[in-house]
Nanobody
Framework: QVQLVESGGGLVQAGGSLRLSCAAS????????MGWFRQAPGKEREFVAA????????RYADSVKGRFTISRDNAKNTVYLQMNSLKPEDTAVYYC?????????????????WGQGTQVTVSS
């Protein structure tokens, strides 16, 4: 069992930056691939970014590529999402997730554990 807690969300103007953090506890954190997803009201939860358990591989949704960066610090049991050049369309609840796999999956069903989410709001 893994527990995940997100933090760092808030309200920013378009063009601004935020860094989200996800602290993990429970099973050995370094053995899990990690991902970030987001969900706006009335929409499906969508993939944002993922990182392999050793941090060697990353992948991003086309909508955030070049603006967002995912990273992890296994010594601190924490995964991060640095978000730059934010746009109003980035407004959503952001969730971190853990997968019992090496691969950096892009589908909700590939992840086994989820955090409670943190709200990100980008104003025009």
């Amino acid at each position: 069992q893994v527990q995940l807690v997100e933090s760092g969300g808030g309200l920013v103007q378009a063009g601004g930056s935020l860094r989200l953090s996800c602290a993990a506890s429970g099973r050995t954190f370094s053995n899990y691939a990690m991902g970030w997803f987001r969900q706006a009201p009335g929409k499906e939860r969508e993939f944002v970014a993922a990182i392999s358990w050793r941090g060697c591989s990353t992948r991003y949704a086309d909508s955030v590529k070049g603006r967002f960066t995912i990273s992890r610090d296994n010594a601190k049991n924490t995964v991060y999402l640095q978000m730059n050049s934010l746009k109003p369309e980035d407004t959503a609840v952001y969730y971190c997730a853990a997968s019992n796999a090496y691969s950096t999956g892009t589908y909700v069903g590939e992840y086994d554990y989820w955090g409670q989410g943190t709200q990100v709001t980008v104003s025009s």
